[in-house]
């Protein structure tokens, strides 16, 4: 079984059922659900979504699919060291590498899954687009 870890922008795909990202992100998230890859995100991906999303979804019923969407994620905190890691990081900008560092985190983690490639150039995790990641699974 494949760990990845899924940026902010694939959550926000799928909620927002943004197009044409949103098959892409539905499929990873079929895949989730049916145990055949276990994803992970931050708690910053979790409240960044929900931010960017407010704007578009009704509170109480974007809170619910978020919710609901956290039976098929597993979610690394981001906390103080990793706060740390991130400020004092090679990464020019500070929430991707929070990221990266949260997904360095995991045991095993076979790839991060990101529409922005380039804001993750030299990251040692290898790095995919949704469509790169699903090919592989093929």
Excluded: W
């Amino acid at each position: 079984m494949k760990n990845a870890f899924v940026d902010t922008n694939i959550i926000v795909d799928l909620i927002s059922d943004r197009k044409p990202f949103n098959k892409f992100a539905n499929e990873i998230f079929v895949k989730a659900e049916s145990k055949k890859i276990k994803l992970f995100t931050s708690s910053h991906s979790i409240a960044t979504s929900h931010y960017i999303l407010k704007k578009h979804i009704k509170e109480k019923e974007l809170r619910e699919i978020l919710y609901n969407l956290l039976d098929y994620l597993t979610v690394v905190q981001i906390d103080l060291q990793i706060i740390k890691r991130g400020l004092k990081s090679k990464y020019k900008d500070f929430e991707d590498s929070l990221q990266i560092i949260a997904a360095q985190s995991i045991e095993k983690i076979d790839c991060i899954i990101t529409r922005n490639i380039r804001d993750f150039k030299d990251c040692e995790i290898p790095i995919l687009t949704p469509e790169e990641f699903l090919a592989q699974l093929k």
